[in-house]
């Protein structure tokens, strides 16, 4: 393994492959900020350009865009309620709070940090780890991935705080309605689609997020014009704060981070899972982590609440590369597309591209230090720029969320439809936003509702209609065991209170 | 008199023109090809490859490319038939054949059957690549051949579980069930675990889930250490994978490509649609061409004009019967 290490080291510490890591990154971090475009189009895109270098700098390229978007995707999830990609949905819901409370540069960096710190101990795991992890990614089969599903529904509770319990739970099931919308997997049946063709694959996850989160929020903004506050919040949000953390946020992040790097990497490195299953995850099982105190900051700012996903995602990033390079098997859409493109240089992933290509192997998981450091280095002194963001008047910031939006969405399907829908869905949005209905129960519901379905009748039509999956495996039993004593446990608690 | 002056310079240029045209062999100066799917997609990388190849090869001055996706590559379809564009070829594949089916069967109502177009509404001019379909078992698989899956099979139906990348009735399942239904079993007993993606299938399979898994070869070969290919549905062996034995060989008459091919938009000249044929053919035998082959790992199989369109009806008589055969169309 040293020796491997060193080839490594060798390999990636090159001229050439240091300046791919850089321009990898530094085009990943761009490409993460804004909203619509995601790492998968990016690295379509370069495939092109890839070819001709040789395969390790080609990966290593495509590995610096794949990590460096996870990365900057944080900064508008956190400045404008904009998540830049998936995996940092789950970023919005206590950094852009934060933001809004004058801390925006502590909220950049402390998404920095944990990023940084995530994906760099995913790398260790990675680098000591990767042959005997691929049977974890083999070992979670359907009923397993339905408890998974469910466990991230859990976090539901995080937002049903202050007697909007019924308000969550009234969004989950929107959220619920509107997965089921499309062809149904399963029996090939059109749900919900009105016999209309733009309905057909379904509403894309990202169109949901830019809807629900992006536009409505710069909606809302306009509705609330009038509010008193403003001018004073305007002038808070263009002092963004000291980057620097005390010691109570450190030691909040010191708990947290190394806790979700080990959630982040084991979802990760299952194939139906990614880095958005992960931060929710990640999210929600911290909520069961922390204290009372801090549980009920959650959603309002808590930096538990921020460092979280983002360390799971970047952690999840890594991970990923587990199924990629030891089985071949891509478990996203942007996994799948560098696979094509190994394929495309030659090379056979599997258990063998360590003595086949051991150069390969080695020096992408030696860049990915590389790239943490520099992404560390980029983002932390450009905090101050970036947040400045904030200190753009309404007037200006409100037509470049709605413009970004727009464009972003359109460049994802080339569609004008979406278009249509996205801003349909924004007005809806914006009007429950006014009577105080939360957003996140409807993206969580979205995204972990429809898993959780296609799980579900899937392991029961491989078990031909028997619900004895559910306790035929004991990775099963455990997952559920775990379900019901955080929801058992929340219900005691809570007629414990009472009395 | 300037008027008539105009009119009769515009007449000689355009008579050089009409005449430099026919003269050159490829006179195609641009094409623009519509994707009814998104960037990264299998028709894009079609597309974009087909363009690229085009014009270093030098047989376009120009390619452009526009994405159209929405209901399955069905927007894109309408925007041909509709506005019926010069100069303008649309990439499709074998789903394309699965879509006139279904609308010619009275599987959608009538109010809609005329938004489900077909390859009849559009003109074919030439498959250019294809991918066989893929029998796969895990390599600890107590199969090792196709012939052991069939003798499970034939055992307890329920036994063998396929999986497959896609919904019911997609290609995925049918490139199984017509394997299933050539080795003389019911192929509507087949029990089919669909998946949302290949990986996801694939992840399927390894973990024991399913027994078996259906699904395009090129979706393998990222995995060929970790499978058994018991069988793909060529007529002989690929260069690509020697050691792959075929369906047929074992005895299974199976054969199914997955075809990915150029349309133009109805009406167009016969002229036209031969030329393009041709430069799509002729450019295969470049390097240019190989090297965008070789990076998406494609399997060349040219296939112009008529004999495309006999090939499409052909696949389409035998996807019907088997469509039929499992229920998914009355």
């Known amino acids: 393994m040293i020796e491997g290490i060193l080839i490594g080291l060798e390999t990636a510490f090159s001229l050439k492959n240091l300046m791919m890591v850089m321009i990898g990154c530094f085009a990943g971090t761009i490409i993460g900020m804004l909203p619509g475009l995601g790492p998968m189009t990016a690295i379509a895109l370069m495939i092109p350009i890839t070819y001709g270098f040789e395969p390790s700098t080609g990966l290593i390229l495509m590995a610096g865009v794949y990590y460096g978007a996870v990365f900057g995707g944080s900064t508008s999830s956190i400045l404008i309620n904009a998540p830049g990609i998936p995996g940092t949905v789950a970023t919005s819901f206590d950094g852009y709070p934060m933001a809004q409370q004058g801390k925006a540069g502590k909220a950049l960096a402390i998404a920095a940090y944990s990023s940084f710190a995530g994906g760099t101990i995913a790398a260790i795991f990675l680098l000591i780890a990767a042959p005997s992890l691929s049977k974890v ?130 979802i990760g490195v299952l194939p139906g899972a990614g880095s958005t299953i992960a931060s929710f995850l990640a999210y929600g099982m911290e909520r069961n982590f922390v204290n009372d105190e801090e549980k009920q900051k959650f959603g309002k700012g808590s930096v538990n609440g921020l460092a979280a996903p983002e360390t799971a995602n970047n952690a999840a990033c890594s991970g990923s590369f587990v199924p990629l390079l030891t089985l071949g098997i891509p478990g996203s859409g942007t996994t799948a597309v560098m696979l094509g493109a190994l394929l495309g240089f030659g090379i056979q ?67 004008n439809f979406d278009i249509y829908m996205m801003i349909g869905i924004a ?46 495996r004991p990775l099963t039993i455990v997952i559920m065991l775990t379900i019901f004593f955080i929801v058992g446990w929340q219900i005691y608690k809570s007629f414990f209170k009472k009395n | ?81 509709n506005t019926k564009p010069s100069d303008t070829i649309l990439v499709q594949s074998t789903p394309l054949v699965l879509r006139s089916i279904t609308r010619h069967s009275g599987y959608v109502d009538k109010k809609n059957a005329a938004k489900v177009t077909s390859y009849k509404d559009v003109v074919p001019i030439a498959g250019v690549i294809g991918d066989y379909g893929a029998i796969v078992a895990a390599k600890n698989s107590p199969y090792n051949s196709w012939k052991d899956v069939v003798a499970a099979y034939k055992a307890n139906p329920k036994s063998v579980k396929m999986a497959g ?78 050691d792959v034995p075929t369906l047929k060989e074992q005895g299974t008459n199976a054969i199914f490509v997955n075809w990915r091919g150029f349309f133009g938009p109805p009406g167009m000249s016969d002229g036209d649609r031969k030329k393009i044929a041709k430069m799509l053919g002729d450019v295969q035998k470049t390097p240019e061409w190989e090297a965008v082959r070789k990076r998406n790992a494609w399997v060349n199989i040219y296939n112009p004009d008529k004999k495309f369109v006999k090939f499409l009806e052909k696949q389409t008589v035998e996807m019907t019967g088997l469509l039929k055969n499992l229920g998914v169309i009355k």
């Not at chain 1, 409807?442 to 209609?465: P, Q, Y």
């Not at chain 2, 105009?6 to 009409?18: E, Q």
């Not at chain 2, 960037?39 to 490859?49: I, L, M």
Request: proline share 4%; net charge positive; aromatic share 10%.
């Open chain 1, 427 to 472: 007005v809806v949005a914006t009007v429950l936003r006014l009577y105080d209905f939360p957003m996140p129960p409807l993206i969580l519901a979205f995204v972990l509702g429809g898993l959780m379905e296609e799980n579900l009748r899937r392991s029961l039509l491989i078990s031909d209609g028997s619900w004895s999956f559910l306790w035929d």
């Open chain 1, 137 to 266: 990614s083999l070992a979670f089969r359907s009923p397993d991935y339905f408890g998974l599903m469910i466990l991230g529904l859990t976090a539901v509770s995080a937002f049903s705080a202050k007697g909007h319990f019924l308000k969550a739970m009234m969004m989950v099931v929107l959220g619920l309605m509107l997965a089921s919308v499309g062809q149904d997997t399963l029996s090939d049946i059109p749900r919900f689609t009105f016999q209309n063709m733009n309905l057909s694959d379904g509403i894309s996850f990202v169109l949901v997020v830019m809807a629900t989160f992006a536009m409505s929020e710069a909606l809302t903004i306009i509705f609330k014009a009038n509010d008193p506050t403003r001018v004073a919040k305007q002038i808070s949000l263009s002092q963004l704060g000291s980057i620097k953390l005390d010691k109570n946020e450190t030691k909040k992040m010191v708990t947290t981070i190394p806790r979700s790097s080990v959630l982040g990497f084991i």
């Open chain 1, 349 to 415: 992933p599997g258990p063998r591209l360590y003595q086949t290509n051991p150069e390969i192997f080695w020096s992408v998981i030696m860049s990915m230090y590389i790239g943490m450091v520099i992404l560390l280095i980029l983002n932390l002194p450009l905090i101050p720029y970036i947040a400045r963001v904030l200190a753009t008047p309404r007037s200006f910031l409100i037509p470049l969320i709605l413009f970004f939006s727009v464009t972003g969405i359109y460049l994802m399907s080339f569609n």
């Open chain 2, 165 to 242: 990348g896609s919904v019911r009735g997609s290609m995925d399942h049918l490139i199984g069930a017509l394997a299933f239904k050539e080795a003389g079993a019911n192929p509507n007993d087949v029990v089919y675990i669909p998946y949302d993606a290949g990986g996801k299938a694939l992840a399927g399979l390894l973990s024991g889930e399913t027994q078996i898994l259906s699904t395009g070869l090129g979706e393998v070969m990222g995995a060929r250490d970790q499978v058994k290919i018991l069988g793909i549905t060529a007529p002989k062996r690929v260069a690509d994978a020697p």
């Open chain 2, 1 to 81: 008199m300037l008027n008539k002056f105009k009119k009769l310079i515009s007449l000689v240029f355009a008579t050089v023109l009409l005449t430099s045209v026919s003269n050159t062999s490829f006179a195609a100066d641009k094409l623009h090809f519509v994707i009814g799917g998104g960037a990264g997609g299998g028709w894009d990388g079609t597309a974009r490859g087909t363009g690229e190849a085009l014009t270093k090869a030098g047989f376009l001055n120009s390619a452009s490319f526009e994405n159209m996706s929405g209901g399955g590559g069905g927007k894109a379809l309408s925007y041909m038939i």
